[in-house]
């Protein structure tokens, strides 16, 4: 069933307002003639409709309530509503000085606005108009609660704060679509909804919040409530914003399809114009409140008429039983799985209710009697509106010309198919299961790889991560220390080091960790000295190293640099955050700050798992059939030759492993942008497939190879829990495409597409165990990767405080290059990240200059080969001369001599070693020591110290530290 309904659900003991939402204030003085409106949904459908009337039948400046994914500037808001409202053909320049964009979000308490606003809010408007909601029927109560139930309370809340604000609700005639009502003649518009019968998460959290509205009338509250019948295109120009609506899917279905449901039912279109000029035009009116109005079309239509009006357009279409109908929506889809229409349609019609169950009829006479006052109509459904819709659907591409109606198998649709894919990865994940704090704790996969790499490199800061925020405003430093210590209590893993059992690392989480912040004033030195002062100090947080036995692994500092105005510097190691964690973090850290200024309790909810838990339930799960089935994947798309891929390098890899870097920005332009957005939508793959596919472009150009592999980094947190945890759970995936037979870059998307598929369904693998068990060489995994950065927005105010975080370059380089691309303020931005010893400044400028280039070509003409780009700088491959090789060659000649040899030719991916080489003179990484570690652990059957393996980097010094004798030794 779509509306995954809970039978047990009982909706009337959850219809109640908030008994403190009350409204003694006194009536608005200008809730007649408002000076000030407040609107929610401004950006859905008939809120850009509404929003418009408004503008146009009042004076008032409009407060637009935005959702935003991160805390944007009012400009950037307002132009976000503006291209909402050219897309139906409505802005017009003079708006904007009227349109006031608030950042907020129905499903947050005080609809996500800090209290003092919310306050000042309440005071400056007199009029709302509450039309947000999530529409979407597939989702359960549980869902759409917070949005739609929660969202209308809080909405109640701000109309009874300062004075008392009359409130117009629109909420849908769906809320009366139950058996309950299925064999009432008649419905009148003082009917409230029934709870006990109603069906369909949609429809129950609109019916709710239906109730709480009438609770609040009774309260003393003046409202509407408008209850519009499923809403179309506009009546004059077609345009229609809601075209995902099960009607016109329905509808393009059956035409493409040649078939129709016989149906005894009828539908009823409500134009979207016709409903915001109803709303406002009632609203208006002194005797509407305290009252519900059904907006319906007057003159519906029939299934039987529709579909005859239907061919009349040229549309040759069969009338079939809804069943006949089923079967034949189900054989396509199984021929075509990939069409999201079919696909979506056999879930609706599946459900047997949707299309038989009865609807009642409505009386609207008291809506229709006030309209007609307004000489404010419905425009009937009949042929010439029908034809306004059809002729704008089939200009848009949406419904199909008359003379090409068949449905025909489309390409795979990379969006829908990652789409599906994320699910099904979802479904697969493991359960996290809380473990006993008893036993040792085990080490997730992801914080073993990144132990093994620090046993190599002891006390290395490569792996630190550093951030700087600029706070502004008077700080309460004592409710910070208090917020940070409070963060630490709460998430175990801030509280962890890393100590060696027998050889195998476990986690050790410490019952309490005082973390010191520590503060420096910098208030007597100049602006300039100050700024200086900063980048010093970040620089040497990034530089200073952690001891994982030891711990802290987590640091703190605060440089006061005026009255209001400060620098928060946050460090810590990698093994126990990562980019996601960040956010989490300083959210946290916003709302602990907030609660204990003014000296109440924590308002987090305790955590139900810990990152031990996950750790644990990670290696009990990738076992037996869970690890053949990743692996075996992998071992497909990896096999065969793997070549490291040439690129301009200015000398040799150095001996000893560097990660010294540098980084190149490129920012592209907003009409780039939406242009590389559009390829994709046209293509119908996300934005990340189009930058890897023009990435490995761009890597090709290059070095004139078509089998490219590519690290990316992968979130991690499939389960619902992890969201909220501070911890390392990232995985790299290695992305491999074939640019054999001269592709287009269109046939290259498609194919970048279809292998981030495959790799975001295996992405349970870690890389460690991808490494080890298929050996990759070493060169190849450190050689190149891509990130797209789509995290949560971070916070940008702290109750009066302002954050704004401080870029600063960090000097190190993990990967031989890098390309990392976020999107901020419309406009994609590239960083270049690179080893300063391997790469010449010159070489990335010049990288990242014809990166753009090949942008702009491939937006406008996807269909240009690779042998129509030229090849840029193809590269030698940065090797030791041949003679170096040969020079002082002694073979492996004892067992373990060439049994370790062995072990070098399949991790570096040479033919020939002599034992007295340097392993990474041969070109061996971090990662590749690694796996020469694992590799000679299992063979030899017993621990092995990775850090005295690294001090042995030849063979004959490794067969020297191995042999029975010094193991003896040792033990003696």
Excluded at 155 to 160: C, G, H, T
Excluded at 312 to 337: C, H, I, M, R, W
Excluded at 926 to 934: A, D, F, I, K, T
């Amino acid at each position: 069933m779509l509306d995954h309904t809970n039978k047990n659900l009982n909706l009337e003991a959850k219809a109640t307002l908030d008994p403190t939402i009350e409204f003694p204030q006194p009536l608005s003085k200008n809730s007649r003639n408002p000076k000030s409106i407040f609107l929610t949904g401004s950006t859905g459908f008939l809120g850009a409709y509404l929003l418009v009337e408004l503008l146009a039948k009042t004076t008032a400046n409009i407060y637009c309530l935005v959702r935003s994914s991160d805390i944007e500037s009012a400009s950037c808001l307002l132009n976000r509503i503006e291209k909402n409202l050219e897309f139906y053909s409505l802005w017009q320049e003079n708006f904007a000085s009227r349109i006031i964009p608030i950042v907020g979000d129905l499903s947050l308490p005080l609809l996500g606005i800090y209290p003092e606003k919310f306050d000042q809010l309440a005071g400056e408007i007199d009029v709302i108009y509450h039309n947000g909601a999530w529409v979407n029927s597939a989702c359960p109560y549980s869902t759409l609660k917070a949005t739609n139930v929660l969202g209308t309370q809080e909405v109640l809340r701000l109309a009874s704060l300062r004075q008392t604000k009359p409130v117009h609700f629109v909420s849908t005639i769906a809320v009366f679509f139950s058996q309950a009502y299925s064999q009432i003649l008649e419905i009148t518009e003082t009917e409230i909804p029934s709870l006990s019968a109603l069906q369909g998460g949609y429809k129950q959290s609109k019916a709710v919040a239906e109730h709480l509205v009438i609770e609040a009338k009774e309260r003393g509250l003046p409202v509407c409530i408008y209850r519009p019948s499923r809403i179309s295109g506009d009546s004059k120009t077609g345009i229609n914003g809601n075209d995902q609506d099960f009607f016109w899917r329905l509808l393009k279905g059956c035409i493409q399809l040649g078939k129709v449901p016989a149906l005894e039912t009828g539908t009823n279109l409500v134009p979207v114009d016709y409903v915001s000029q109803a709303i406002v035009s009632l609203s208006q009116q002194e005797q509407s409140f305290g009252k519900a109005f059904n907006l319906l079309n007057p003159q519906p239509l029939s299934w039987e008429k529709l579909f005859a009006e239907i061919q009349t357009f040229g549309y040759a279409v069969e009338k079939v039983s809804d069943g006949e109908l089923l079967k034949e929506v189900e054989k396509y889809v199984a021929q075509n799985p990939a069409d999201e229409l079919y696909s979506s349609l056999f879930l609706f019609l599946s459900d047997g209710e949707t299309l038989k169950t009865k609807k009642p009829r409505f009386n609207n006479g008291n809506t229709t009697e006030e309209l007609t006052k307004a000489a404010i109509a419905c425009p009937p459904i009949d042929k010439k509106l029908l034809a306004t819709y059809i002729s704008y659907f089939q200009k848009s591409g949406y419904f199909p010309t008359s003379s090409n109606q068949s449905p025909r198998p489309q390409k795979t649709s990379g969006l829908w198919e990652s789409i599906k894919t994320n699910i099904r990865s979802k479904k697969q994940a493991f359960r996290i299961k809380p473990t006993s704090r008893n036993d040792n704790l085990p080490l997730s996969f992801a914080q073993e790889r990144l132990w093994l790499l620090e046993q190599l490199h002891p006390g290395s800061p490569v792996h630190n991560l550093r951030v700087v925020y600029r706070l502004k405003g008077s700080l309460n430093v004592v409710a910070l220390e208090q917020s940070i210590q409070k963060i630490v209590r709460r998430h175990e893993i801030l509280r962890t080091t890393f100590s060696a059992v027998n050889g195998q690392p476990i986690q050790v989480i410490s019952p309490d960790v005082i973390i010191k912040l520590s503060k420096i004033d910098l208030r007597q030195l100049s602006t300039e000295e100050q700024e200086a002062e900063i980048r010093r100090l970040a620089i040497e947080e990034a530089g200073q190293s952690f001891d994982l036995a030891r711990g802290p692994l987590l640091r703190v500092k605060l440089l006061h640099l005026a009255e209001a105005e400060y620098v928060f510097i946050r460090t810590i190691h990698h093994i126990i955050n990562d980019v996601w964690s960040n956010t989490v973090f300083l959210r946290e850290l916003v709302e602990l700050y907030k609660a204990f200024c003014v000296g109440k309790p924590s308002p987090l909810p305790e955590l139900s798992v810990q990152y031990a838990d996950f750790a644990k339930s990670q290696r009990e799960w990738l076992q037996g059939k869970v690890l053949k089935s990743q692996l075996n994947y992998w071992k497909k798309q990896l096999g065969g030759q793997i070549q490291s891929l040439n690129l301009p390098t200015k000398q040799f890899s150095p001996a000893l492993p560097s990660y010294r870097g540098a980084s190149e920005i490129l920012v592209l332009s907003k009409n780039l942008t939406q242009e590389i957005k559009a390829l994709g939508d046209r293509s119908r793959v996300s934005l990340f497939v189009v930058l890897v596919a023009a990435f490995k472009t761009l890597l090709y150009q290059y070095s004139g190879q078509t089998d490219i592999i590519i690290a990316s980094p992968m979130a991690g947190r499939q389960q619902m829990e992890t969201k909220k945890l501070v911890g390392y759970f990232n995985n790299i995936l290695l992305l491999r495409t074939d640019l054999e037979q001269n592709p287009s870059f269109q046939e290259l998307i498609s194919r970048v597409s279809k292998v981030t598929l495959g790799a975001t369904e295996h992405q349970h693998l870690p890389f460690q165990e991808l490494v080890e068990s298929l050996g990759v060489p070493s060169a190849i995994l450190s050689r190149t990767m891509f990130t797209l950065q789509n995290v949560l927005s971070q916070p940008q105010e702290m109750a009066e405080i302002s954050i704004s975080r401080v870029d600063m370059e960090e000097g190190i380089a993990n990967f031989d290059l890098s390309l990392s691309m976020k999107e901020k303020r419309e406009q994609l931005i590239g960083i270049f990240r690179y080893k300063t010893d391997l790469f010449a400044e010159s070489t990335i400028k010049q990288m990242l200059e014809n990166f753009q280039i090949l942008l702009e070509q491939v937006v406008v003409n996807q269909e240009l080969h690779l042998s129509d780009l030229p090849i840029l700088a193809k590269a030698e491959s940065p090797q030791q001369p041949e003679k170096s090789l040969e020079q002082g060659y002694v073979a492996p000649q004892k067992d373990i001599d060439q049994t370790i040899a062995e072990v070098w030719k399949q991790v570096l991916g040479i033919e020939k070693v002599s034992i007295y080489s340097n392993f990474f003179d041969l070109g061996g990484r971090s990662l590749g020591m690694v796996q020469v570690y694992n590799k000679l652990k299992n063979i030899c059957d017993r621990e092995i110290s990775i850090v005295e393996l690294f001090q042995s980097p030849t063979i004959a010094e490794m067969a020297g530290y191995l042999s029975p004798e010094k193991v003896e030794a040792r033990l003696k």
